[in-house]
């Protein structure tokens, strides 16, 4: 089965929305039920491989902070972070899929 963290509720993010909050708080949630199911299964270091160290959540909520108005995070922040969770998750997902299919995410 093909686990999709870079699906259409990622793709409305970008519009900075009230349902691109949404689509935030349940990426970040995503991605720590696939960090736990990775830990649990294959180890700290695997989980800690496929998601890039934590980077992608932290890219997430980083968007999330400028979408709640967040001062530190300046449209820039929020461009970069975006671009950065996006080619690393769609990443994560094809190792995912291609190693580790046997963690039903």
Same mark, same amino acid.
């Given at each position: 089965?093909?686990?999709?963290i870079?699906?259409?509720?990622w793709?409305?993010? !970008?519009?900075?929305?009230? /349902? &691109?909050?949404? +689509?935030?708080a %349940?990426?970040?949630?995503? !991605?720590?039920?696939?960090? /736990? &199911?990775?830990r +649990?299964?294959d %180890? ?5 491989a ?6 992608i959540?932290?890219a ?9 108005g967040?001062?530190?995070?300046t449209?820039?922040?929020f ?8 080619t ?13 299919s046997?963690?039903?995410s």
């Amino acid at each position: 089965m093909k686990t999709l963290i870079v699906d259409h509720a990622w793709n409305t993010i !970008i519009a900075r929305d009230a /349902a &691109a909050k949404l +689509a935030l708080a %349940g990426k970040i949630q995503q !991605i720590e039920d696939i960090e /736990a &199911a990775i830990r +649990a299964v294959d %180890g700290e270091e695997a989980a800690r491989a496929v998601l890039n160290d934590g980077l992608i959540k932290h890219a997430l909520t980083r968007c999330l902070e400028h979408l709640q108005g967040s001062a530190s995070v300046t449209e820039k922040d929020f461009r970069v972070c975006y671009a950065f969770a996006t080619t690393a998750a769609s990443k994560a997902e094809q190792v995912i899929d291609e190693e580790l299919s046997h963690i039903g995410s």
